[in-house]
């Protein structure tokens, strides 16, 4: 199995400033890699695919970067509305799938 | 639009079994595979296993194998998800998620989650 390990669990910023999430697979996943952000009480949502790419509707202030085991999501200038947690997940091994543990960004 | 509409709450007692049911409408049923994905309160999201709704084949995570059982009815685009023997540690919220058949992809349109609670 494919583990993925995000970090940092918590990750405190200021509106207005960047955020950057990490996320490492155990072997490569190539570009096989997403970002989900949820909200309390919601399911989650697809932000990120191809490591890079993003979904319909998601704002150019997300942005997605690496390969093989090394991910990143930027945030590039928190909106009140970013703060939430973010999951990443690897579709390498499909049909088979895992998530990282998460990262919650909260308001500094 | 494209949406996936799962059922509502459950409460099950130790032992027993639930099926969640997630209904797909907008888009063709048989064109992508149905995923579930289930979080404990406060938890992090954990895969479950997949079906696709066109041949009716499956593939569980190993965790859940030989409890966890997932069938379509086609005629009315429907996937379903059953899982037996359910004890305390089972309580979480289950989503059901496509992904194009085709694949490898990411879950792009995801259910609204039902609640399952087991408790005596």
């Known amino acids: 199995e494919i583990v993925m390990t995000q970090s940092p669990a918590t990750l405190s910023v200021s509106p207005g400033e960047r955020a950057t999430l990490s996320c490492r697979a155990s072997q490569s996943v190539s570009s096989n890699l997403a970002w989900y952000q949820q909200k309390p009480g919601q399911a989650p949502r697809l932000l990120i695919y191809?490591?890079?790419t993003r979904a319909t509707g998601i704002p150019a202030r997300f942005s997605g970067s690496g390969s093989g085991t090394e991910f990143t999501l930027t945030i590039s200038s928190l909106q009140s509305e970013d703060f939430a947690v973010y999951y990443c997940?690897?579709?390498?091994?499909?049909?088979?799938?895992?998530f990282g543990q998460g990262t919650k960004l909260e308001i500094k | 639009q494209v949406q996936l509409v799962q059922s509502g709450a459950e409460v099950k007692k130790p032992g027993a079994s639930v099926k969640v049911s997630c209904k797909a409408s907008?888009?063709?049923?048989?064109?992508?595979?149905i995923n579930w994905v289930r979080q404990a309160t406060g938890q992090g999201l954990e895969w479950m296993g997949w079906?696709?709704?066109?041949?009716?084949?499956?593939g569980y995570a190993q965790k859940f194998q030989g409890r966890v059982t997932m069938t379509r009815n086609t005629s009315i685009s429907t996937a379903y998800m059953e899982l037996s023997s359910l004890r305390s540690e089972d309580t979480a919220v289950y989503y059901c998620?496509?992904?194009?058949?085709?694949?490898?992809?990411?879950?792009?349109?995801w259910g609204q989650g039902t609640m399952v609670t087991v408790s005596s």
């Open positions: 079906m696709n709704p066109n041949s009716g084949n499956t």
């Open positions: 907008g888009y063709t049923f048989t064109s992508y595979d």
């Open positions: 998620a496509r992904v194009d058949i085709y694949g490898p992809g990411a879950f792009d349109i």
């Open positions: 997940q690897q579709y390498n091994n499909w049909p088979q799938y895992t």
């Open positions: 191809g490591a890079s």
